[in-house]
């Protein structure tokens, strides 16, 4: 349903200079001693992990246990009480912001935009011009399943739809980090697999650093080449576990892969430790 690649085929990119925010520069994503408190609730406690550049992590964990405070404090949002968070060297919070991509969990569509005009935001944002910025994303319309409603206001659209719009300005702003927080939490299965096998393929084809927060312990298992799991409330990194890579993209390879015997044994642990870390 959904075609392979994110932005269309322009002109072949120089290698980024040195200081370029698309330059990798040592680890992709890295958090040391990463703790946030609002006002009596520590919502992150101690938080260390890393990413390397073009790693894909999941995060999991019970409901308020701070995965998506993690996210927003990465992309220099929400500032850090305690500790220091690295983005592909930048460790200042508009440095980091310039390399992130956000798709929060709440859509945040502007309400008297249209889809494309949505979705475009963050290229307008880069500077391009509003007919440029059209050109960039009117493409990925029809492959996110939004092309006959392109003039379509937030109000007008399902909330399955209103995510796929936030899913592809995320992607459509082009940044070498994606965090990503429930993206296909309000879509119907076949819609949702069908966005999951299109991201795998286009990270497959274009790779970046991604962080990926689900309550879906498959989603991140598909996805990601490491799971870790945060406890309840103050959130620890109670778990990690590497996921092998496995071959082919689209949805045979993902039903192949959901009936491997491995790859349950994989999935089975990861619940066992949800379950401890409630
Ligand atoms: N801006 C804020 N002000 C006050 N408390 C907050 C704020 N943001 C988050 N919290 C609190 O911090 C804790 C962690 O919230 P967070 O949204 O990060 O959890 P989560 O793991 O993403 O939850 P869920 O899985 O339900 O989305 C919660 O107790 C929440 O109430």
Redesign the pocket.
Known sequence: MFARRSVPPTAPAPEPAPGDPRRPAGPGVELRGVAKR??D?T?VAGADLSVPPNGRLGVV?P????????LSMICGLTGPDAGTIDVLGAADAPGRLARCAWMP?RDLLLPWRGVLANARIPLENQGLTRREASQRVRPLLDRFGLAEFADHRPAQLSGGMRQRVSFLRTVAADKPVLLLD?PFGALDSITRADLQDWLRAMLADEPRTVVL?T?DVEEALLLCDRVVVMSA?P?RIVASVDVPPYAGTGAAARRARLADPAFIALRDSVLAHLESAR
């Open positions: 609002f006002g609730i919502a964990g409901s308020g246990c701070g995965k998506s405070t993690l969990q429930e927060v309550h409330r959130g």
